[in-house]
């Protein structure tokens, strides 16, 4: 009975440091500087546009360039979409194949003064770091990942391909 719990002990042990590692692995994979090159549909096809389907029937075309993605070591990220629309805030790795992206939206920008003044009318409060700012988090499923590619799943039927940016 006691050699039972102690090879259970053991074995949990194993198993826990073979997680770590494989973490630590994606971690040393993903961090670095991605930059856009296409997106795809299923047959391989390259897209430049996606039509996105609302309810009530209302859909929009859009442009499919994908942002520049700097992952830091420190655990924080940007995504540059323009000259002018950067993403920042931090990232963690929920699986071994989705990346959490929790955006910082500053509390005194155009942007959180709006999120301010909308969660004031419909009731409904946004999650807030210490400081105050606002924190919108999103998901990202990677279908690959190499020291040179990575793809990412896109509005399901789409995968977005990234290149590592050489050092």
Do not use: H
Request: glycine share 6%; aromatic share 8%.
């Amino acid at each position: 009975m006691k050699l039972k719990f102690i090879l259970g002990v053991v074995f949990c042990i194993i198993l826990s440091n073979l997680s770590a590692q494989v973490s630590d692995s994606i971690n040393q994979k993903i961090i670095g500087k991605w930059n856009y090159i296409k997106t795809i549909d299923k047959e391989n096809n390259s897209v430049e546009y996606i039509i996105r389907k609302y309810p009530g029937g209302t859909e929009m075309k859009i442009k499919t360039n994908g942002p520049k993605i700097i992952i830091n070591k420190n655990g924080t990220y940007s995504k540059q979409f323009t000259e002018e629309n950067i993403d920042t805030g931090n990232w963690k790795m929920k699986s071994e194949n989705e990346i959490e992206y929790e955006m910082v939206i500053p509390k005194n920008s155009r942007q959180g003064k709006l999120i301010a003044a909308t969660q004031k009318s419909i009731n409904k409060k946004w999650r807030t770091d210490k400081n105050g700012n606002f924190l919108d988090a999103s998901t990202n499923t990677i279908l690959s990942l190499s020291k040179s590619e990575m793809t990412i799943e896109y509005e399901k039927d789409y995968v977005m391909i990234f290149k590592r940016e050489a050092q």
